[in-house]
């Protein structure tokens, strides 16, 4: 761990997720735009925590204080380090946390040309940890090739793979 004033820069952790995050969010308030008046649009809540880095200290505390009631939360897609993809590979793992998810993601799955790297199970322990723990469905997407610069002052951001990072 490194002491007060010594934080690394995160570049990739956790910036690179929170980017993916606000692109996103850009992307569908766009295309939401688009839509009818009248269309049946689901509504998605974006948030971005502060992950394990200091004991998911924000999504502990959002699970117990929900802006809308827990149930109604259909799935929560966590984005951590993602803008420093190799080799065209991204490890996705959770599908088996929520019914159907394998079938809902297939299209978008297909049409990527990252590799998907995706266990047989749930890993990392990251902010989808706290909702995994109340029985929310979570995706869990990060880089499947670690760098040697995680939580070191080397991990700024012009080692980035910004297209790379746009394709999450």
Request: proline share 6%; aromatic share 8%.
């Amino acid at each position: 761990r490194w002491g007060a004033g010594t934080r690394p820069p995160g570049a990739d952790d956790n910036a690179s997720g929170t980017a993916s995050v606000l692109l996103l969010a850009d992307l569908l308030a766009r295309g939401y735009e688009e839509l009818p008046a009248d269309a049946d649009a689901r509504s998605v809540l974006f948030v971005c925590f502060d992950a394990e880095e200091s004991g998911l200290n924000g999504s502990r505390y959002y699970v117990t204080d929900p802006i809308v009631p827990l149930e109604d939360h259909a799935l929560m897609i966590n984005f951590d380090m993602v803008g420093r993809i190799t080799n065209d590979r991204l490890l996705l793992s959770g599908m088996e946390t929520g019914t159907g998810l394998p079938e809902l993601l297939a299209p978008a799955m297909a049409n990527t040309d990252l590799e998907l790297v995706i266990p047989n199970s749930m890993n990392g322990a990251s902010d989808h940890s706290s909702f995994l723990a109340v029985g929310i469905p979570v995706l869990f997407s990060i880089i499947a090739d670690f760098h040697d610069d995680y939580h070191t002052p080397a991990d700024v951001a012009w080692k980035l793979n910004t297209e790379g990072g746009t394709q999450t």
